[in-house]
């Protein structure tokens, strides 16, 4: 099917249950962040159904089809149908992509006679039940883990069976936990056992990006205070611990999404609901690597790309850096094709995602498998957005740099790219679209054809939805640290002359992204290794 004429279907739903899209911010315009998909154009073979939650302004597409021309691609428009469904304003909030496509008849009428006699598949988001129902109304195969089977490994429980399955390093804890009895009791366990890990993670197993994260720091827990190591009864801490743990844990937990779980009784009924996991964390983690798979239906897997995730907060991911330059890259890439075999003999295929975090003990660093995604993430199609309009830089084998040639007869050179993520704030609909735009090409936030440099934004719709992200490339990540930055500093200045005032983190994270690329502005990331070939990685289990 690679070889020949084919349509592909894109269907970027975020098919999570009713409990998780209600609190979602901007949930539709989210289910629209995926528009780069349009780059699969670059095969001559391929041709787009790109199903969208709301229609599309005119400009928004013909930004992209711009994009596609200077790479290469003729007429996109005529290899393009963008559909929405027609019932998009009339369902209750909070409804995936593909219900609405469900529950709108004549779109699912224009779908069958669209994709009738083809040969078509759907690239899903992440997938529900509804995905499933929909591929088997069209009688088209979807390229993406199965929903009967998602929901087993997708979860924070089901990463860590993949990983142990893959034999590939994870943090000290426990999994498949649905008791707050359990819970305390295991933590204090952990808690006395391993005194060097100062902090431990408490993780809900359905939530995802940060949002299902609390941690208990040992140093505020007083019956730690003091302890003679040497002479100490350990059972009998242990009890103290876990009784100070029953007693206060309201007082000793921090959790990082305060505006979605308020308390920690509200924290504890999901985790009971869904279950959890407890993990260790670091002292000093020194990185947190991703890497970005491709599992063919073959069972063959491509790895796609290693980046470094941008946190803000703590343990939440907003974007993404490339090359990541802390850990050797063929550490990172054994590790992750380990996890993607797992993967393929559990019957998951299509796009994933791993998360790692890095750190140094007694001199060596180590690593840990921490996070799975089943699903094309946004950090992973921006970096398939780069690759396109660098004209196919390809990645050293070695090192996980990016090589680019930027037109014919000039020296191949290094690329570097930062991605903001989507940011989402709820009065960037006051900017004016026009003269956002052209006044961000005056400052030069713009993107140079000829070098394949600068900025591209990206687009979920025009301005008026309150979303906008941006992919900063260059030479150096001097340049593309100074691309952003130049962006983040303009886009406060608007914000600020449209008059806002406070808001809540849940309404905007334009607040932790600005954070983070001061940090990153300032050098604050982590201790960079200056050659990450030299380094040695022990990736085996202890």
Not at 237 to 260: D, G, H, N
Not at 488 to 517: K, P, R, V
Request: aromatic share 10%.
């Amino acid at each position: 099917i690679q070889t020949q004429p084919r349509l592909i279907v894109h269907l970027p739903s975020l098919s999570y249950i009713n409990a998780q899209t209600s609190t979602i911010p901007f949930y539709n315009c989210f289910q629209n962040s995926q528009l780069p998909r349009l780059c699969d154009l670059r095969d001559p073979n391929v041709s787009i159904l790109y199903i969208s939650p709301f229609p599309l302004e005119q400009e928004t597409l013909q930004y992209y089809f711009k994009i596609l021309q200077a790479s290469g691609v003729r007429s996109p428009a005529d290899r393009v149908t963008v559909m929405h469904p027609e019932n998009y304003a009339r369902l209750p909030k909070g409804s995936s992509l593909t219900k609405m496509v469900l529950w709108s008849p004549r779109m699912m009428r224009i779908l069958a006679q669209h994709v009738r006699g083809k040969t078509a598949y759907i690239v899903p988001g992440v997938v529900g039940s509804e995905d499933l129902m929909l591929a088997a109304k069209l009688q088209l195969p979807l390229l993406g883990a199965e929903p009967t089977i998602a929901p087993l490994y997708a979860t924070k429980s089901g990463g860590k069976r993949i990983f142990e399955a893959a034999d590939v390093v994870t943090p000290i804890g426990a999994y498949d936990m649905f008791q707050d009895e359990e819970l305390y009791t295991l933590l204090a366990k952990f808690i006395v056992t391993y005194p060097e890990y100062t902090k431990w993670l408490i993780k809900i197993d359905h939530e995802f990006g940060g949002r299902g994260i609390a941690y208990v720091d040992v140093n505020r827990l007083k019956e730690m205070q003091n302890v003679d190591w040497p002479n100490v009864d350990l059972e009998k801490l242990k009890s103290a611990v876990e009784s100070e743990l029953r007693e206060f844990m309201p007082k000793r937990v921090k959790i990082v999404s305060s505006w979605l779980y308020t308390s920690w009784s509200a924290y504890v009924k999901d985790f009971r609901t869904y279950g959890g996991i407890i993990e260790a964390c670091p002292g000093t983690c020194m990185s947190s690597p991703s890497v970005n798979v491709f599992i063919h239906p073959t069972g063959k897997v491509d790895v796609l790309s290693a980046q470094e995730q941008i946190l803000s907060p703590q343990f939440c991911c907003v974007g993404a850096q490339f090359p990541q330059t802390n850990v050797p890259y063929t550490a990172l890439r054994n590790a992750a094709l380990s996890i993607a075999n797992v993967c393929y003999q559990k019957h998951i295929i299509g796009y994933a995602s791993i998360d790692f975090v890095v750190y140094k003990k007694e001199n060596q660093l180590r690593l840990w498998a921490v996070d799975l995604d089943l699903h094309l993430t946004d950090n992973s199609l921006a970096h398939q957005l780069f690759t396109f309009v660098t004209l196919g830089s390809t990645i050293d084998e070695e090192t996980g740099y990016a090589v680019c040639t930027p037109y014919p007869g000039a020296t191949p050179a290094e690329r570097h790219y930062i991605y903001s993520g989507i940011i989402y704030h709820p009065y960037i609909p006051s900017i004016r679209h026009s003269v956002f735009f052209g006044q961000c090409k005056e400052k030069g936030i713009s993107f140079d054809v000829q070098e394949r440099t600068g900025t591209l934004f990206h687009l979920i719709d025009t301005l008026l939805r309150g979303c906008v992200g941006i992919l900063c490339m260059g030479k150096t990540e001097n340049e593309v640290l100074t691309h952003l930055w130049s962006f983040i500093e303009f886009l406060q200045h608007q914000l600020y002359n449209t008059g806002t005032t406070m808001i809540d983190d849940n309404q905007t994270n334009f607040g932790h992204i600005s954070a983070a690329c001061r940090a990153l502005n300032h050098g604050r990331l982590g201790a960079k290794l200056q050659n990450p070939r030299k380094p040695q990685l022990r990736t085996t289990k202890t």
